[in-house]
């Protein structure tokens, strides 16, 4: 071709078949030389049905990478899209075990080179790592984009040992609906129906699961590669964006890894950086190329000559529940953990954060339940309103801690380390510690923040309950954060004994006391600006394949609504992520789908906490029209968590399927 870019062709509907019998289905980009100069492969696997909800993005990377030489392969997992079998749980070693054979077929078609590499989000940059880990012989580098290295702390499912409310109950009715879609006539053919049924049949309620499992036990470690860095060999790009949940995998992966590895952090949230918002985006395919080139055609590309770490130091901005883009600068480090810098030490006094303590006293502290409004997603997609607003209402409900002004501009890179000597009145409470940029105007834009669940002081996996009013040592990390504080502004530690609807609330109000007098102290990653930071090559624009020619039959309109009952004191917050709104694809699919979820407390009664969710998936194509509807209700006393979730599904208007799913599970140290 005249530009340069290798012409392609498509296999779709590709069959890889699996030892057992089954078979799962992919859909393949290659160069048209393939067949004579055979190519790398670069594998992207996960259950996100690759001929309707990532069509759309499908389309924008994977023949970008053909274009240049690679055969790039997207594959539904056992149970998802046109695969067959039942999907029964996250990253399963079933689903491990599919992949190493999806790799050994690839790996041994005759217009592959022999060398495979894996790329992934979200769920396929989870299992790329945990592939990575099982060392398939054909796989020579990976990667992996807004993952974890653990399951159980750093995923949907808990934070700092504490149900993440928010994020629970939504998530695995999104699995029960997800799970029970059917596959596509057009590309199966007849059996569709009998493979619909199989699912329907086979469909678990995982949340019960993830309950059952509260601290970290085998169920979790299962996955978790931070169990054994050392299992990964083969080379890792580590990708993430601050305003995305995943973001501390990168650095303790870059710290722990002993493989070739590189990391890359840029104001994002969960989405691929080349359309990451807020921006400013980069061009990520580019960078993906230059890692390719080298790992899977041993060509001079320069990039392992670069720093091992390239992130963007956000500067001081006004909170807003939005931004197109962050303003900041790219900085690199040559690797991580850096040399030892300056870190910033601050005590807690009750006059404030102090360079040193005035004297021994004590803060003590009980929150509202509804501290945590303003928080923002827990896990940011570029939604209107993702980001967390100002935090003056939260750091009022809060025990808030002021510095003085500061006298100079302060660059954080790392996570904020705050240590605190501590008693609770109640057998089970937990801290959140958030940490925030204090204007001149008063504004509180928030830096970050973190959790504990104090019972889990000792460790996720060895739980134990408080002896109350007795002090405790414990250390909280927060979350990692590149940010510039600049001169005249403060530093703000706020704490709440609550959280609401991030995290499930504590069965009783609790009050904290926190030891002062040097006894608590706040640990800042301070970092002085290099002059390196000023010669780094810079990233191209974005560059993305054409477009697929999607049409939107609905936009997406992605809502958060706060209301207060002055009368009764309940607080609701409604929202809907709309990921999809309502969409038709080239080969006449549609796909409408609808999730809103309510969060419901009062304001003074933690067990009156309520999350209520429901989800309508349509698949249709002419007269073929399918639907799942989902609803789902989790609370909670003293004692146990209570979940009920029913799953209907539908062919035209007859319902096919119905089956009601009721658990209750005691409370474990939450």
């Given amino acids: 071709m005249s530009d340069g870019l290798e012409p392609l062709r498509v296999i779709d509907p590709a069959w890889i078949p699996l030892s057992d019998g089954s078979r799962l289905c992919a859909r393949i980009w290659l160069p048209q030389s393939a067949e004579r100069e055979p190519v790398p492969a670069i594998l992207e696997y996960l259950p996100y049905r690759k001929d309707d909800v990532t069509a759309a993005d499908d389309a924008r990377v994977h023949p970008y990478f053909a274009a240049r030489g690679y055969a790039s392969v997207r594959v539904d997992i056992r149970g998802s899209g046109d695969s067959d079998g039942v999907l029964l749980d996250e990253y399963s070693r079933q689903e491990q075990d599919d992949a190493l054979q999806v790799i050994a077929w690839l790996a041994a078609q005759p217009w592959c080179s022999g060398a495979v590499g894996m790329i992934g989000i979200s769920w396929s940059g989870f299992n790329s790592l945990q592939v990575a880990a099982r060392r398939p012989p054909a796989l020579r580098a990976i990667i992996t984009t807004c993952s974890t290295d653990d399951r159980y702390d750093n995923d949907v499912h808990y934070l700092g040992g504490v149900p993440l409310a928010c994020y629970l109950l939504p998530w695995a009715t999104a699995l029960l609906s997800f799970n029970a879609r059917p596959p596509d006539p ?15 049949d086979g469909n678990v309620e995982l949340i019960r699961t993830w309950l059952e499992h509260q601290a970290r036990d085998d169920y979790w470690r299962h996955g978790s590669i931070c169990e054994d860095y050392d299992a990964i060999t083969c080379p890792v790009l580590a990708v993430g964006g601050w305003a995305d949940a995943y973001v501390d995998a990168i650095f303790r992966m870059l710290q722990r890894l002993s493989c070739p590895r590189l990391g890359l952090v840029g104001p994002w949230g969960h989405q691929w950086p080349h359309d990451g918002r807020p921006g400013p985006s980069i061009g990520f395919l580019q960078e993906a190329l230059r890692w390719w080139d080298h790992w899977l055609k041993d060509r ?65 502290h009980c929150s509202g339940q509804t501290v945590g409004l303003e928080a923002g997603a827990w896990c940011a997609y570029g939604n209107p309103a993702d980001m967390p607003t100002d935090q003056r209402r939260d750091d009022t409900l809060s025990l808030s801690l002021d510095s003085e002004p500061l006298a100079r501009r302060v660059e954080l890179l790392g996570r904020p380390e705050l240590r605190l000597r501590v008693a609770s009145d109640q057998p089970s409470a937990f801290i959140v510690a958030r940490l925030c940029d204090v204007a001149p105007t008063g504004s509180s834009t928030l830096i970050t923040r973190g959790v504990l669940n104090l019972c889990h002081r000792a460790g996720h996996d060895q739980p134990q309950a408080l002896e109350p009013n007795e002090p405790v040592e414990v250390s909280i990390r927060m979350k990692s954060v590149a940010y510039a504080l600049p001169p005249g502004h403060r530093v703000r530690l706020a704490l709440s004994t609550c959280y609401w609807p991030w995290l499930w609330p504590s069965p009783r109000p609790t009050t904290i006391t926190i030891a002062t007098g040097g006894l608590s102290d706040l640990q800042l990653p301070a970092r002085r600006p290099r002059a390196e930071d000023d010669q780094l090559r810079p990233f191209e624009r974005p560059a993305r394949a054409p477009e697929l020619g999607v049409v939107q039959l609905r936009s997406r309109v992605p809502e958060q609504l706060i209301t207060r009952d002055v009368a009764t004191g309940t607080v609701r917050l409604r929202m809907r992520r709309d990921f999809a709104g309502a969409v038709r694809v080239p080969s006449g699919l549609e796909y409408h789908d609808y999730d809103p979820v309510t969060f419901t407390i009062l304001e003074d009664d933690p067990l009156s906490a309520r999350v209520e969710c429901a989800r309508r998936i349509e698949l249709r194509r002419g007269d073929w029209i399918t639907r799942i509807e989902v609803r789902a209700v989790m609370s909670a006393d003293a004692r146990d968590y209570r979940v009920t979730s029913v799953l209907d599904a539908y062919e035209g208007e007859t319902r096919v399927h119905t089956r009601t799913f009721a658990s209750t599970i005691p409370r474990c140290h939450s």
């Fill in 300 to 364: 001079p590309t320069g990039i392992m000559d670069e720093p091992m770490l390239r992130a963007w130091m956000q500067e001081s901005v006004a909170p807003r529940p939005d931004y197109e883009e962050r303003p900041g600068r790219w900085i690199a480090e040559p690797a991580w953990p850096p040399a030892a810098g300056e870190d910033l030490r601050l005590v807690l006094d009750s006059n404030g954060l102090l360079r040193e303590p005035t004297g021994d006293a004590a803060l003590s």
């Fill in 186 to 200: 057009a590309i199966v053919g007849a059996r569709w129906r009998d493979l619909w049924l199989q699912r329907l």
